[in-house]
């Protein structure tokens, strides 16, 4: 598929990169979806306190990812950063797998494994690096393709895993599937990326940690982030109900579950690569408002359906406007810290952060004033809010 993309691709960091980011796919996808499996049914953590441990897991990730990501720019490399987080991701699968009790599972899940999730955006702070002289088109399509890469690894690990695991008295294996990952990711990047970093160099200033929270918080940046949290908002709105909506009034099967997801990852990977090509006529603005707006509108739908025929038949409208949510705002949010690629990059955390606390915030108060359907449709309305408010200042800008 990568004929049809720049030769941009041809670069061999930007290769070994997207590799990177494959494996660091993997580690995720073998285990995100056993996580709670193994923290609450195998080690007995109860209800309340595995969901304080992932939000507190939470707040460590996106602190990590500022640090680190200034950290990174400060030193001028990025290839030394992500070796060694690469190795902190073995050892915090490999703890849990080897020594399966609480406080192991406690340590790496508030600890190891959320600096090891500050990789995500020190792989994509070394793309940044590398395209940084590039046009816009094309680091548009570089991200396109690197993010591309998760949802690959999304596709079928989930349930080659659940596959391998389903006579298996416990998921703990899939820890070491994700440390198997992890070890590949450290490989690819010790071998095969330049030592140089590929490219990092030095930045214009370098920033205390202090001032470049300082920089993040700060008004121009954190209004867009905002609107940008409202509109990926939705991804996580649907992750919450689409499951409660299929096997409630659409009637559907929890088998039905896992088909959707799937199939929705396989159309987000066809779709990147469309919208790589949309963002070069539209502009990435343009571009994610339209892709919002669809997948505004699926969310609408979904609080209609009353058959799982008419989920499955919106997996078509719902890949379209995901592959828009998932890779746009990655350059976006890059863009607003543009002379810094580690702190610029680390914004695609403080996202998922704010966008899932709004998320939590939203699925509360939909739920306590409607149904789960209601629920989705007022989602809609805040990820249409979100896009209006991007727009709104962009054309101020």
Same mark, same amino acid.
């Given at each position: ?54 939000? +507190? %897991?939470?707040? +460590? ?5 500022? +640090? ?17 987080? =690469? ?6 699968? @490999?703890? /849990? ?6 406080? &192991? ?21 070394? +793309?940044? =690096? ?59 990047? #010790? /071998?095969?990326?330049?030592?140089? @970093? ?6 214009? !200033? ?5 001032? %470049?929270?300082?920089? &993040? ?11 940008? *949290? ?5 991804? #996580? ?36 690569? *469309? ?18 707006? &669809? ?21 078509? &409208? ?20 543009? !002379? ?15 966008? =899932? @606390? ?5 699925? *509360? ?28 200042? !962009?054309?101020?800008?």
């Amino acid at each position: 598929m990568f004929r049809h993309l720049p030769p941009v691709f041809l670069e061999p960091t930007v290769r070994v990169t997207m590799l990177a980011i494959l494996a660091f796919g993997f580690s995720g996808a073998a285990t995100s979806p056993y996580q709670s499996v193994v923290g609450i049914r195998e080690l007995g953590l109860g209800n309340g306190t595995y969901s304080a441990l992932i939000f +507190v %897991a939470s707040i +460590v990730n996106v602190t990590a990812s500022i +640090v680190l990501g200034n950290l990174a720019d400060r030193i001028g490399s990025y290839r030394r950063m992500m070796l060694g987080i =690469s190795a902190v991701g073995i050892l915090a699968f @490999g703890l /849990v797998y080897a020594v399966p009790t609480q406080a &192991v599972f406690v340590a790496s899940l508030l600890l190891l494994l959320p600096l090891y999730g500050a990789l995500y955006s020190l792989l994509f702070a070394n +793309v940044r =690096s590398i395209t940084r002289d590039m046009n816009p088109e094309d680091i548009a399509t570089v991200n396109s393709g690197a993010r591309a890469m998760i949802s690959v690894a999304w596709i079928a690990v989930p349930g080659i895993t659940g596959l391998l695991l389903a006579r298996s008295p416990s998921m703990l294996p899939a820890y070491l599937y994700a440390a198997l990952a992890c070890s590949a990711c450290f490989a690819l990047i #010790h /071998v095969l990326m330049p030592r140089e @970093g590929g490219g990092a160099g030095a930045v214009a !200033e370098r920033l205390s940690h202090l001032a %470049a929270l300082g920089e &993040v918080l700060s008004p121009r940046v954190f209004v867009r982030l905002t609107a940008i *949290a409202l509109i990926c908002g939705m991804l #996580h709105m649907n992750g919450m109900l689409l499951p409660l909506i299929l096997t409630g009034s659409a009637q559907g099967e929890v088998a039905d579950i896992g088909f959707i997801v799937g199939i929705v990852a396989l159309l987000e990977v066809i779709f990147i690569f *469309a919208w790589a090509r949309l963002q070069r006529r539209m502009g990435p603005v343009r571009a994610l408002a339209f892709g919002s707006a &669809v997948y505004a509108a699926y969310l609408a739908a979904l609080g209609w359906v009353s058959a799982p025929w008419q989920v499955y038949a919106l997996t078509i &409208v719902s890949g379209f406007g995901a592959a828009a949510i998932i890779t746009i705002p990655i350059t976006y949010l890059q863009d607003l810290i543009a !002379e810094r690629p580690g702190l610029g990059s680390a914004l695609i955390s403080v996202n998922t952060f704010v966008s =899932s @606390g709004l998320s939590a915030l939203l699925f *509360a108060a939909g739920t306590g004033l409607s149904s789960y359907p209601g629920t989705a449709i007022l989602s809609s309305l805040a990820g249409a809010g979100g896009v209006g408010l991007l727009l709104f200042l !962009e054309r101020r800008a």
